[in-house]
């Protein structure tokens, strides 16, 4: 049980379809993160947001669209991905970024996104 | 510009003691963080330094040095358990954390 719960776990998806990814958190937190993990890459933080306002935007693509509706929830809607977005997709949350810099993000297990 | 370095692959010996090597270049430091991810689920903290010196916890210890921009993470006593892909990440002036690319531990009996 990690606190944080994304849905779907894996999700296969052709170039002109439409979906989103979902994460729960219920830990609390304010602070919420959307990273990209690719094979033997680094995570590459895409989005942030602390007490539901946007904060971060990574230069991502506008094909990812992000969408925090409260502190316990984050969505990342996806429409014409790439072959090259296949990768997984991890949800964090945090205290909230004014609570000091030893409070660790907690993730989730992933979003396993193909995209064919 | 930022940047984490760390070993891509290590192996050891169940029962043995290895030591995980992280350099970080940033802009400001908020802190190091280590993490420890098994294949298909979530990364999971590990520690937290900040000061320069050792911060021991059970079986796991994670050293920093500022001046050297250097850290490491120290398993001890290694069960098979702990094959896992360890990730060093800096936290910049900003408090965003700048990520490795982590080192996949693969522990022989």
């Known amino acids: 049980e990690t606190g944080v719960t994304q849905t779907p776990r894996h999700l296969v998806m052709g170039m002109t379809n439409k979906k989103s990814l979902k994460c729960e958190q219920h830990?609390?937190?304010?602070?919420m993160y959307w990273y990209k993990q690719s094979a033997k890459k680094p995570l590459e933080l895409m989005f942030v947001?602390?007490?539901?306002?946007?904060?971060e935007n990574n230069s991502v693509p506008s094909r990812f669209s992000p969408e925090c509706p409260n502190s316990s929830h984050l969505f990342l809607h996806l429409h014409t991905l790439q072959p090259e977005d296949s990768a997984l997709y991890l949800c964090?949350?945090?205290?909230?970024?004014?609570?000091?810099?030893?409070?660790?993000?907690?993730f989730g297990d992933g979003t396993r996104l193909s995209i064919l | 510009g930022q940047n984490i370095d760390q070993p891509t692959e290590m192996t050891a010996t169940e029962g043995a003691i290895v030591q995980i090597n992280c350099t970080y270049q940033t802009s400001g430091f908020n802190g190091l963080f280590w993490y420890q991810q098994h294949a298909g689920e979530a990364p999971t903290f590990l520690s937290y330094?900040?000061l320069d010196g050792l911060e021991e916890k059970g079986r796991f210890s994670s050293f920093l040095s500022r001046s050297k921009g250097y850290s490491y993470l120290l398993l001890k006593e290694l069960q098979m358990k702990d094959s896992a892909s360890y990730l060093c990440a800096a936290m910049d002036s900003n408090y965003q954390l700048i990520w490795g690319a982590g080192t996949k531990l693969i522990i022989k009996p």
């Open positions: 330094n900040v």
């Open positions: 964090a949350s945090s205290q909230d970024l004014e609570s000091g810099s030893n409070q660790p993000q907690h």
């Open positions: 830990l609390g937190h304010n602070a």
């Open positions: 947001y602390n007490f539901k306002e946007q904060t």
